[in-house]
């Protein structure tokens, strides 16, 4: 191939190209297309996703995109075009054809494209709200293949879904205003610009979106916003303020600033509300006014260029955006120092991860090598137990054929210690899923909760008790099982179970992909205020499964969680001290 220029714009990562043939596949097999072309687009997006590669910079090479298993030359052109214009024109062709409506129905728990593609072309449905009714009126338990349990659970999660499509997620949301930001810079007259609101402060998911600016020429900003290839339509614009629609739905606006306002306009507009009435009550009691224009004596401005300015004008430290939430930022301010909290760069061990042994995409060695590469010092393999059979899950004499596996990857990789570890559930009864003789030859035991999230409490909490109180368990996986806008986690005493993993020496899990990113914040402080290890983990399925660390390490910035709360901050040395119960 032909070396391709590419814009900044559009340095994708891996996920987010193979997330466009995944859409594209999901369309086509709700409008019945032929289901050998939705297999090849399917398998193109994991080859792609799965690939330690950049595809972008492969485009950018023009490297041949055909040596990759299922990508043939016109799947290679297609890659092409989205890489180097952030679109798919097919997709956009699909979208045409098939209702925004009818994709939002994929949101609904245990809802996928071919139950999707029978509402739409048999009962002609369109929207969220006409299934519902549907769903009420009893039309669906009618269908061939349907039943009235499935219509029953349609209607438990349909409000969820609503509700999610007016967010999306924080991977997401950083991806689209962080690709904006980067653009608005390549303008010379653009002197300053971040991302501000929730997105800064690293929510679960964003109803909108802000960005702030400084420049010279406030119209060459704006017109470069509307001219970006993710806008899909200007909604308002005055002299310094735009609102545009992106064409993934989602909401933003751009306000242009003055220098001497700048630092007064990201403190405002990166909120919270909560935190933000907090902050202009401590400035009246100082005789001060603040707002987005800076911070006030009388009329004079004495604050306001920097956000240190501002907070410092108010006898505050800098507090960081993830914990401006008002609820212990300001009394962790009254030090007069606040905490440094967890970063990307303090991770030296990934304690979950999957590889081709259950439903993983890469060997052993590839994702030792890829964790390498990344600067880990030690993984633990995590693949499931046996009651996930969808994910190949293991049983005994394939975990310990497995196991024996890894031990023999141990002497072919330098500088990375590699772990036996298992991924167990906790069954429906309370018995974990493989024996205690198993789990004991384990150097490292995930329990979860994968099924039953529906059982009354008393039932959920004498799972986690056993599990707890297992002397092989080490840690509770994305602990309520949740799936962030799509499904309730379990209903768990949150108290009760933390105070029980304290006392048993077990482990806390922040799942850090984005759709889980399970402890949430506020349990996941409550576990470190009962001195809990935390652990951040990627939950990795392929070698770049990695790149969701940061979610993670937000969520845990989120919690008021420094370095020495995260327990694999610590070095391989010092870690294996925690290993034993």
Not at 5 to 20: C, H, L
Not at 332 to 352: N, Q, S, Y
Request: hydrophobic content about 45%.
């Amino acid at each position: 191939m032909t070396p391709v220029e590419t814009s900044a714009e559009f340095d994708m990562k891996n996920d987010q190209i193979a997330a466009v043939f995944a859409q594209l596949s999901d369309l086509l097999e709700i409008q019945e297309a032929n289901p050998f072309r939705v297999r090849a687009y399917r398998s193109a997006g994991r080859t792609i996703s799965s690939t330690a590669e950049s595809f972008a910079a492969l485009v950018e090479e023009g490297a041949d995109l055909t040596r990759f298993s299922g990508i043939g030359k016109d799947l290679a052109k297609q890659i092409v075009e989205v890489v180097t214009t952030g679109q798919h024109s097919q997709l956009a062709e699909l979208k045409q054809q098939v209702p925004a409506g009818v994709v939002d129905m994929l949101r609904i728990q245990g809802v996928g494209p071919k139950k999707v593609a029978v509402f739409f072309n048999k009962l002609n449905l369109t929207s969220l709200d006409e299934l519902k009714a549907a769903a009420q009126a009893g039309e669906l338990a009618a269908l061939n293949g349907f039943g009235k349990k499935t219509e029953q659970s349609i209607l438990a999660n349909i409000d969820r879904a609503a509700e999610a499509g007016k967010r999306i997620s924080i991977a997401d949301a950083r991806a689209a205003a962080e690709a904006i930001v980067q653009d608005l810079l390549r303008l010379d007259t653009v002197t300053q610009t971040a991302v501000a609101g929730s997105c800064r402060r690293r929510r679960e998911t964003c109803g909108d979106l802000d960005v702030l600016a400084t420049s010279s020429d406030a119209t060459a900003a704006m017109d470069r916003l509307a001219a970006h290839p993710l806008v899909d339509s200007v909604l308002q614009r005055g002299d310094t303020k735009q609102r545009v629609r992106l064409k993934s739905g989602v909401e933003m606006d751009l306000r242009v600033v003055a220098d001497s306002s700048y630092g007064a306009a990201m403190q405002y507009f990166t909120g919270s509300k909560e935190h933000n009435v907090v902050v202009r009550q401590r400035a009246k009691d100082m005789g001060l006014k603040v707002n987005e224009y800076g911070v006030f004596r009388g009329d004079d401005q004495i604050a306001g260029a920097t956000e240190e300015d501002v907070y410092a004008a108010l006898d505050l430290p800098w507090i960081p955006p993830e914990l401006r939430e008002n609820r212990r930022e300001f009394d962790l301010a009254a030090t007069g120092v606040m905490p440094r909290l967890v970063e990307v760069g303090d991770i030296k061990g990934d304690l979950h991860m999957h590889t081709t042994a259950s439903d993983g995409a890469a060997s052993i060695l590839q994702m030792a090598e890829a964790a390498k590469a990344r600067g880990l010092k030690y993984i633990a393999i995590t693949d499931h137990s046996k009651r996930v059979s969808m994910a190949n899950g293991l049983d005994a004499t394939r975990l310990r054929a497995h196991w024996d596996d890894i031990r023999a990857a141990r002497e072919q990789i330098d500088g990375i210690q590699l772990l036996c570890g298992i991924e167990c559930d906790i069954l429906e009864d309370a018995t974990m899923d493989l024996a205690d003789d198993v789990l004991a030859e384990a150097d490292w035991v995930v329990a979860v909760l994968h099924y039953g999230l529906q059982q009354p409490r008393e039932q959920i909490m004498k799972r986690l008790m056993n599990a707890i109180q297992n002397p092989h368990v080490n840690i509770i996986g994305h602990p309520t099982g949740r799936l962030v806008g799509k499904r309730d986690g379990a209903d768990i005493n949150m108290t009760e179970m933390l105070q029980a993993a304290a006392e048993n020496g077990v482990m806390m899990e922040i799942n850090a992909h984005f759709k889980r990113l399970d402890l949430d914040d506020v349990n996941a402080a409550a576990a470190r205020d009962l001195g809990i290890p935390i652990v951040i983990s990627t939950d990795s399925h392929s070698v770049n499964g990695f790149d969701v660390l940061q979610y993670g390490v937000d969520q845990g910035r989120r919690a008021s969680l420094t370095k020495d709360d995260v327990a694999n901050t610590k070095t391989w040395a010092q870690f294996k001290k925690l290993l034993q119960r």
